[in-house]
């Protein structure tokens, strides 16, 4: 569910391929805080994509 605690990958950009939470969402700028460790990182929506709650429900293929 694409929500606030949902763990998501980004599937575009400059930060492809970054696995971490959601910290908040910005539907009035189109972007999600998205966290992992000390680093935060500011994702357009269109490239966040959920694939669990609190860790991956499927295989992404790295450890996290």
């Known amino acids: 569910k694409f929500e ?3 763990f998501a990958v980004v599937t575009g950009g400059h ?11 910005d539907k009035a700028l189109k972007t999600v805080i998205m966290a992992s460790g000390d680093r935060k ?7 966040v994509f959920v694939v669990g709650r ?3 429900e499927v295989d992404i293929g790295e450890s996290v």
């Open 15 to 25: 930060n492809t391929g970054f696995q971490g939470k959601i910290e908040s969402i």
């Open 54 to 56: 609190e860790s991956p």
């Open 41 to 47: 990182i500011p994702v357009p929506i269109r490239y």
């Open 4 to 6: 606030k605690g949902s």
